[in-house]
């Protein structure tokens, strides 16, 4: 799970299937967390008393990965606001892997006949996101240990 870059192919297939993420992106974190929380369920007391709007924060901050990620330092602030929320429910990097083949086998599911080349640009783009997470949170977690 590393790539430090995205490359610009990456970046056109993950932005080209944003229309598809707007239609149906909360189909997909639902299904996401069904399968995390039934998979995972020392993951689901992280979450709390589910409030049913988890889904829909994912699934925006999903899209907006999409929309942008020809222009990810706009996404700065958002990033850094979810990083705290992550710190306080106490993620840790090994979360990563497990949200991102989860989600990845989410979306898979919910779309269906998807291109293997479009699953593999989001995988690298989940972990290129999800190591920009890791970084920052270890920075918050130092600066404030539990
Ligand atoms: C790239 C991957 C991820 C994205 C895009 C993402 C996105 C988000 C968003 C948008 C929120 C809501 C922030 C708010 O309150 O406005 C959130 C909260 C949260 N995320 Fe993540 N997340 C990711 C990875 C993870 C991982 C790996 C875990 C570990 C299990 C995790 C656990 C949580 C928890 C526990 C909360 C707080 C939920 C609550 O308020 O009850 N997330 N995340």
Same mark, same amino acid.
């Given at each position: 799970m590393s790539e430090p870059v995205l490359s610009d192919a990456t970046i056109s297939l993950v932005k080209s299937t944003a229309p598809t993420l707007r239609e149906h992106g909360l189909a997909i974190t639902t299904r996401m967390y069904e399968m995390l929380f039934e998979e995972h369920p020392e993951v689901r @007391?992280?979450?709390?008393?589910?409030?049913? @709007?988890q889904e829909k924060r994912l699934a925006g901050a999903v899209l907006a990965y999409a929309e942008n990620i020809d222009r990810i330092e706009t996404l700065v602030p958002t990033v850094e606001r979810i990083a705290a929320k992550h710190v306080s429910s106490g993620v @840790?990097?090994?979360?990563y892997a497990i949200v991102g083949d989860t989600l990845l086998r989410a979306m898979m599911h919910v779309l269906g006949e998807v291109e293997l080349a479009v699953v593999e640009a989001w995988g690298d783009a989940y972990d290129f996101l999800a190591n920009v997470f890791i970084g920052i949170e270890a920075q918050l977690y130092q600066a404030a240990p539990a």
């Open positions: @007391e992280m979450f709390g008393v589910p409030d049913g @709007e @840790e990097p090994a979360h």
